[in-house]
């Protein structure tokens, strides 16, 4: 009573969201394209194969010429010409002509059809071979067998990739065979990061009494190089105003998309993070209905977004994965971020305040059902919950309760236990 109520969690993100636009499309060397996203249609400018040719070792042929062709009575064929892989054999075949052709070999004039070695009697394939004089063949084949045609996996025209998609290995591949040295990309958001606090000390530092290691740098640094951006970490501010406000301008002049901070937004003595932005941008300060993540804190920093996140490590963490990802996954150009969510059976009962929570889980799969666990002490400050979790177990808002054997909504974040 009398407090300002909690802003339910899907409400906030999409406030945050119509803040983020995709950025620019730049062209980017094809072997630096793994991961990136496309941002163009990608349309093939040539047939794929680009000619007819051979899909086995063999000969080309007439087929007409090894109709009747059998292991008891083949049919002899001339050798006039060899045709291995990356040459064009200048003839047109004869009746009664057979070129010996290589696997990716043009398919050479005159045939209509490649004869596999296997079905002739020269079987040999082992390197340096000449060809025969000529060769027997001991089956028939039909009109196209063994060929290849041009555009058979691609049409020149087509429409091959879709802007919005991570590259994958296999794309790249599709790309270099469309002969696309320069690929549109998005480019990559950057992200600034830092900590705050003046208990925190970097990792190759001891800690002295009262001190504890800066884990959120590592944590953040790591999720948005694993969304697609690029991170720029600045460190640890202390908390005091001087401290936070340069790490801040420093954040700006590295010319970042957004600014990411943990810890110092909450309503402390010692949090300046929160006044150092409203003097010189605008913030929108939000309690969430959500758990752990309370306090969220999203601005503009002299015109840059900056995202506020709490310090506590699991916090810091969740509050991420649902704001700070799907901004950048927008910023990225891939739209909205797909969650894998499935029902799962509660092996044991479980309580909340009321908010929307996500809480740390291991799920596992047990006759065919996928049965969740909650990993210990859910602490926001317990990171251990999370290190130990593959899921996070979502209560919707409003749900105090649920007991031993009731299903509820898992979002897998690693592999099933
Ligand atoms: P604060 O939001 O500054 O009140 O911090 C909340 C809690 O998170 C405190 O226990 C902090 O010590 C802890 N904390 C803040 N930043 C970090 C960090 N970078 N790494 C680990 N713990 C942190
Ligand atoms: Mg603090």
Same mark, same amino acid.
């Given at each position: 009573l009398g407090e300002t109520p909690l802003l339910p969690v899907q409400e906030a993100r999409q406030r945050l969201l119509s803040h983020f636009h995709p950025k620019d499309s730049v062209l980017v060397p094809l072997d630096q394209c793994a991961g990136r996203v496309l941002a163009q249609p990608v349309v093939s /400018? $040539? =047939? $794929?194969? *680009?000619f007819p040719n051979s899909s086995m070792d063999g000969f080309a042929v007439r087929s007409a010429d090894i /109709? +009747? /062709?059998? *292991? @008891?009575s083949p049919s002899t064929l001339k050798v006039v010409g060899d045709a291995p892989a990356g040459n064009v054999v200048d003839l047109v075949l004869q009746p009664g002509q057979a070129v010996r052709i290589m696997t990716g070999a043009p398919l050479v004039q005159g045939a209509d059809a490649v004869l596999p070695v296997?079905?002739? @009697?020269?079987n040999y394939r082992q390197p340096g071979v000449p060809a025969p004089e000529q060769v027997l063949a001991l089956r028939p084949v039909s009109a196209g067998d063994n060929i290849r045609p041009a555009g058979q996996d691609v049409r020149r025209g087509e429409t091959v990739l879709q802007p919005g998609k991570r590259l994958r290995p296999q794309d790249l591949g599709m790309l270099a065979m469309m002969g696309m040295a320069q690929v549109p990309v998005y480019a990559r958001p950057r992200v600034a990061i830092f900590s705050t606090g003046d208990e925190l000390v970097p990792v190759d530092q001891p800690l002295a009494p009262g001190k504890i290691h800066d884990a959120n740098t590592y944590t953040l640094v790591a999720l948005v190089e694993s969304v697609g951006a690029e991170a720029v970490p600045l460190g640890i501010a202390r908390d005091r105003e001087d401290e936070v406000q340069a790490v801040l301008d420093r954040a700006v002049e590295q010319g970042v998309d957004l600014i990411l901070s943990s810890a !110092?937004? +909450?309503?402390?003595?010692? =949090?300046?993070v929160r006044m150092v932005v409203e003097e010189h941008g605008h913030l929108e300060f939000w309690k969430l209905d959500?758990? *752990? !993540?309370k306090p969220l804190t999203f601005g503009q920093y002299r015109d840059v977004p900056f995202v506020g996140l709490p310090g506590n490590p699991v916090a810091a963490y969740v509050g991420f994965q649902v704001f700070v990802h799907p901004a950048l996954s927008k910023l990225g150009g891939t739209g909205g971020v797909e969650r894998t969510e499935r029902r799962v059976v509660l092996q044991e009962p479980i309580e909340s305040d009321g908010r929307e929570s996500y809480l740390r889980a291991v799920v596992k799969e047990q006759d065919g059902r996928l049965l969740a666990s909650l990993t210990g002490h859910? !602490? +926001? !400050?317990? $990171?251990r919950s999370l290190v130990q979790a593959n899921a996070f177990l979502f209560v919707p808002s409003g749900v105090k309760s649920l007991r031993a054997g009731a299903e509820a909504t898992a979002w897998l974040f690693g592999d099933l236990a």
């Amino acid at each position: 009573l009398g407090e300002t109520p909690l802003l339910p969690v899907q409400e906030a993100r999409q406030r945050l969201l119509s803040h983020f636009h995709p950025k620019d499309s730049v062209l980017v060397p094809l072997d630096q394209c793994a991961g990136r996203v496309l941002a163009q249609p990608v349309v093939s /400018a $040539l =047939d $794929l194969p *680009p000619f007819p040719n051979s899909s086995m070792d063999g000969f080309a042929v007439r087929s007409a010429d090894i /109709a +009747s /062709a059998q *292991p @008891d009575s083949p049919s002899t064929l001339k050798v006039v010409g060899d045709a291995p892989a990356g040459n064009v054999v200048d003839l047109v075949l004869q009746p009664g002509q057979a070129v010996r052709i290589m696997t990716g070999a043009p398919l050479v004039q005159g045939a209509d059809a490649v004869l596999p070695v296997e079905d002739t @009697d020269f079987n040999y394939r082992q390197p340096g071979v000449p060809a025969p004089e000529q060769v027997l063949a001991l089956r028939p084949v039909s009109a196209g067998d063994n060929i290849r045609p041009a555009g058979q996996d691609v049409r020149r025209g087509e429409t091959v990739l879709q802007p919005g998609k991570r590259l994958r290995p296999q794309d790249l591949g599709m790309l270099a065979m469309m002969g696309m040295a320069q690929v549109p990309v998005y480019a990559r958001p950057r992200v600034a990061i830092f900590s705050t606090g003046d208990e925190l000390v970097p990792v190759d530092q001891p800690l002295a009494p009262g001190k504890i290691h800066d884990a959120n740098t590592y944590t953040l640094v790591a999720l948005v190089e694993s969304v697609g951006a690029e991170a720029v970490p600045l460190g640890i501010a202390r908390d005091r105003e001087d401290e936070v406000q340069a790490v801040l301008d420093r954040a700006v002049e590295q010319g970042v998309d957004l600014i990411l901070s943990s810890a !110092g937004v +909450s309503v402390g003595a010692f =949090d300046f993070v929160r006044m150092v932005v409203e003097e010189h941008g605008h913030l929108e300060f939000w309690k969430l209905d959500m758990r *752990p !993540g309370k306090p969220l804190t999203f601005g503009q920093y002299r015109d840059v977004p900056f995202v506020g996140l709490p310090g506590n490590p699991v916090a810091a963490y969740v509050g991420f994965q649902v704001f700070v990802h799907p901004a950048l996954s927008k910023l990225g150009g891939t739209g909205g971020v797909e969650r894998t969510e499935r029902r799962v059976v509660l092996q044991e009962p479980i309580e909340s305040d009321g908010r929307e929570s996500y809480l740390r889980a291991v799920v596992k799969e047990q006759d065919g059902r996928l049965l969740a666990s909650l990993t210990g002490h859910q !602490g +926001s !400050g317990n $990171l251990r919950s999370l290190v130990q979790a593959n899921a996070f177990l979502f209560v919707p808002s409003g749900v105090k309760s649920l007991r031993a054997g009731a299903e509820a909504t898992a979002w897998l974040f690693g592999d099933l236990a």
